[in-house]
């Protein structure tokens, strides 16, 4: 056990290490706790890797040689991410009821969800740059080092697979297919929007004594973060890392911009 004042989160917080609040499942009177069996890497896990950026490679030829086709596609996954997320706030209602203010889309990879509905629907350029370099690095590091907290073979798990894996065979999707790609000088505008945006969340972290971000801890489960070392150092690593990471997303783009 171990206390310390994390003024992020305005609180003292009194847990042993790595422990955060999970998700509780409701039977009439009865709570439930999910527990996850998970392999990190294992069999599953590599496969679903692998097929995320071959799907979107599939998805992407058709594209290319007819823009109806295109069309249609990306209207079709843009509308498949929002129903998908619809639903998933509906069995949290339904399973958990309403546990403000935990459980909130206020995290990165909700931000680059939303922006990526919005990019595959409407093809608006900012939404499109946002969702590209949040996305990509958002929620290729949540498949990558998931933070489970259900069985593999859960609605949870599938949920989870579903929206991140989407998000980038979405973004890959407009890229690949030629639908869309960031402009010139996309990299600062994201970095200072997504900036802007670690300082709300850290002040609604501050109010509501919550760890939207990973701002105030990290997750329970392996993650990179754990190689940035201790709060808040992990912060100041990731901000840092985050330059390079996007020039590399920016890479292939510099040449024709």
């Not at 847990?15 to 999970?22: C, D, G, I």
């Not at 670690?198 to 109010?207: D, K, T, W």
């Not at 808040?232 to 901000?239: C, K, Q």
Request: hydrophobic share 55%; aromatic share 14%; charged share 10%.
């Amino acid at each position: 056990m171990f206390s310390v004042v994390n003024p992020v989160c305005g609180r003292l917080l009194t847990l042993p290490p790595r422990q955060v609040w999970r998700p509780t499942l409701r039977s009439g009177a009865k709570l439930s706790t999910m527990r996850t069996d998970f392999v990190l890497f294992g069999a599953a896990h590599l496969a679903i890797i692998a097929a995320i950026p071959l799907l979107a490679g599939l998805l992407a030829l058709p594209a290319r040689r007819l823009p109806a086709v295109g069309r249609r596609i990306r209207l079709a996954l843009g509308c498949f991410l929002l129903v998908n997320e619809l639903v998933w706030y509906a069995w949290r209602i339904h399973t958990e009821g309403v546990r403000f203010p935990e459980g909130l889309p206020l995290h990165l990879c909700d931000l680059a969800l939303w922006m990526t509905v919005l990019a595959a629907l409407t093809l608006k350029q900012w939404s499109v740059e946002i969702a590209y370099f949040a996305g990509l690095g958002g929620s290729s590091m949540a498949v990558l080092t998931p933070d489970l907290w259900a069985p593999l073979l859960s609605y949870p798990t599938i949920y989870f697979f579903l929206a991140h894996g989407g998000v980038i065979i979405v973004i890959l999707f407009l890229v690949w297919g030629k639908l869309a790609r960031p402009r010139s000088g996309c990299l600062w505008r994201v970095l200072a929007i997504l900036n802007g945006y670690a300082v709300l969340i850290a002040l609604f972290n501050f109010a509501f004594r919550t760890n939207y971000l990973y701002l105030c801890r990290k997750p329970a489960g392996a993650s990179l973060l754990d190689f940035m070392g201790p709060w808040p150092a992990y912060i100041l690593v990731g901000e840092l890392l985050a330059v390079p990471v996007f020039w590399l997303l920016w890479l292939p783009f510099r040449r024709t911009a």
